[in-house]
């Protein structure tokens, strides 16, 4: 094994096959660390405003964090940041699996890929070098068989990332994903890859990381395990799918296209129950975790009755594919979840697809002439067919597959009314009606309305002012900044690996001396390069706002007749309050002096 440097990013040019490696200054990694960070300056420097999501000029970066290669800690993860073709916007997407640690054990930080290639390809990174070869084997194939048949190619100690036929198609949520069941989820990854033929990355290096203090880190190792150990959540047992139970009882779970954050058949959906029967295990776990959260259960695939197939469902899913579609049975939701994974879509964005085509239906706007059948709450099979139409891109499905802002614009006939997103991106299984304070952070997060960019410190409902959370949601948002670009898993909560242990951890590995002050600072610091970042792709304050249905008071369950806010005044007045903490002006725009004593001035022109 040799030794890993730590400043070397790889410069992929799928048009020409040109291949590069760049030397980053010591500077850029203590003002931006990895991950997300890194890669919100990498993509605001080289990315020019206006840029088509889906030309060959954007750019694709695979991230790893300072963390990976040490061992423990949840660390088995990595990023990706791109200009989403859902939203027009910054996108950073955060997935399990190995493809992080390999590709720091290759010797890099980051992997920029740019242009497009004119037959389909595969980016191989190995000790031995970098190249690019002909992916035509796999192209249109599924993501399960595609896998496999690159691991047959390269071994089985390779991480595999590839997307499916829903990418190459160009749905603007189409995902890909890591060793099947790892998903780098929101914005449309999958449709970027597509359009630059780029079918897939595998990665397997052998150099070593040795932390700059390793008796620190095995200190911080024995405590982060023992508070797992004492921990008795069902999170280990069925992982996320524990809190299928949680979410409803807070009415925070979508109910049928939002309508209510309550379903009243949750128990339906009971996974320990499919645990105890259908369970393949922990095997898809991410490396160097405790926790095990992803398991796999047997399912038949809903093309093939015939055959037995694996499942990994998890809580997101049993929101969107579940009580978002009036579906209560378990198998319906594995099979969703199946041809989903295969296919390479997003389950929460085409959750809120098939959801709102239901509504639509309902209301009278769409037709079985429209759809190809009825399609109702409930519907096992009209969702079904949906997923693979979607994919496809075939009759309805080409509409939904531009994602429920655009399809209600194509559409017409007041859809918009019932379109739920931010910034395009559509909403993840939490309800803000159930949640004091949770509506501001779906508005204000830069990416749209995702759930992991910060909650407030509370479980209360909306029913009094919400401007009392603000703050928490900041800390909150702050110190997911560092877990996503440590890269560190988010579940780090349940265990818990607290805010200062990661702040240690940083510190143990590089050697720097980052106080907990220095790192709010860092993520201020990509909240405003995120934020200018979108504001020069043309997004001002009034798009900082929440859909008209969260602002439809519940129709049932413990918060009927709760909105997001108790008013409109409310919620502008905790928008107002966010800004001036971030040092940005009534308009959502960040101030000079903000700029300049964040030591963005000479990025930020």
Not at 33 to 39: P, R, S
Not at 421 to 434: F, M, Q, S, T, Y
Not at 509 to 514: D, F, H, I, K, R
């Amino acid at each position: 094994m040799s030794e890993c440097r730590t400043d070397s990013i790889l410069w992929v040019d799928l048009s020409s096959g040109s291949i590069r490696t760049e030397r980053l200054e010591p500077d850029i990694y203590r003002r931006f660390i990895g991950g997300k960070g890194l890669g919100a300056y990498l993509l605001y420097r080289h990315l020019a405003p206006k840029t088509d999501p889906l030309s060959p000029d954007n750019i694709l970066i695979f991230l790893t964090g300072p963390l990976q290669g040490v061992g423990g800690f949840s660390t088995g993860r990595w990023s990706m940041v791109t200009k989403s073709p859902l939203t027009g916007l910054f996108l950073d997407s955060h997935s399990g699996g190995p493809l992080g640690l390999e590709i720091k054990r290759a010797g890099y930080d980051a992997v920029c890929v740019k242009g497009a290639a004119s037959t389909p390809q595969v980016l191989v990174i190995t000790d031995d070098g970098v190249s690019l070869e002909d992916a035509s084997h796999v192209w249109t194939k599924g993501i399960y068989e595609s896998t496999r048949l690159l691991h047959d190619q390269h071994g089985p100690k390779a991480a595999v990332y590839v997307i499916g036929p829903a990418g190459e198609n160009g749905v603007l949520f189409s995902t890909g994903a890591c060793e099947i069941a790892h998903q780098n989820g929101r914005g449309g990854v999958g449709a970027i890859m597509g359009s630059k033929m780029l079918k897939g990355v595998v990665v397997h290096g052998s150099c070593k990381f040795s932390p700059a203090e390793p008796d620190e880190v095995r200190t911080i190792r024995k405590e982060y395990t023992a508070s797992w150990q004492r921990n008795t959540e069902g999170f280990k047992t069925i992982g996320t799918a524990a809190l299928v139970e949680i979410a409803n009882g807070l009415g925070q779970y979508p109910s049928r296209n939002w309508s209510a954050g309550y379903f009243e058949k949750y128990k339906e959906l009971d996974m320990y129950r499919v645990h105890e029967k259908r369970s393949l295990g922990d095997s898809y776990s991410c490396p160097n975790c405790i926790m095990r959260c992803t398991h796999a259960y047997r399912t038949t695939d809903p093309n093939d009755p015939t055959r037995e197939v694996e499942s990994t469902v998890e809580y997101e899913t049993l929101g969107m594919m579940g009580g978002n579609l009036g579906i209560s049975n378990p198998e319906t939701v594995l099979q969703l979840n199946y041809l989903c994974d295969d296919l390479g879509l997003d389950t929460i964005s085409c959750g809120s697809a098939i959801g709102f085509a239901m509504e639509a239906f309902e209301r009278g706007i769409l037709s079985r002439d429209d759809i190809g059948f009825d399609l109702k709450f409930g519907d096992e099979s009209g969702a079904l067919n949906l997923v693979g139409m979607i994919a496809q891109r075939t009759g309805i499905g080409k509409t939904l597959s531009y994602g429920v802002r655009r399809a209600a614009e194509l559409i017409g006939h007041g859809c918009d009314q019932f379109a739920v997103h931010v910034k395009g991106l559509e909403c993840a299984a939490w309800d803000p009606r159930g949640r004091k304070g949770m509506g501001l952070s779906y508005a204000t997060a830069e990416v749209g309305a995702s759930h992991l960019r910060g909650w407030p410190a509370t479980t209360d409902p909306p029913d009094t002012s919400a401007m009392d959370m603000v703050e928490s949601m900041i800390r909150s948002r702050d110190e997911k900044v560092l877990t996503d670009s440590l890269v560190v898993c988010h579940f780090t909560y349940h265990v818990p690996l607290s805010f200062q242990q990661k702040i240690r951890l940083l510190n143990a590995v590089t050697g720097e001396s980052y106080s907990e002050s220095d790192i709010l600072t860092f993520a201020q610091r990509i909240a405003v390069v995120t934020r200018m970042f979108n504001i020069r792709e043309g997004i001002s304050r009034e798009d900082d706002d929440l859909p008209r249905r969260f602002w439809e008071p519940q129709s049932q369950g413990p918060r009927k007749g709760l909105a997001a806010y108790i008013s409109r005044e409310d919620f502008e007045a905790s928008l107002e309050r966010f800004y001036i903490i971030r040092g940005w002006d009534k308009n959502g725009v960040p101030t000079k002096d903000t700029i300049r004593k964040l030591g963005l001035a000479s990025l930020i022109e």
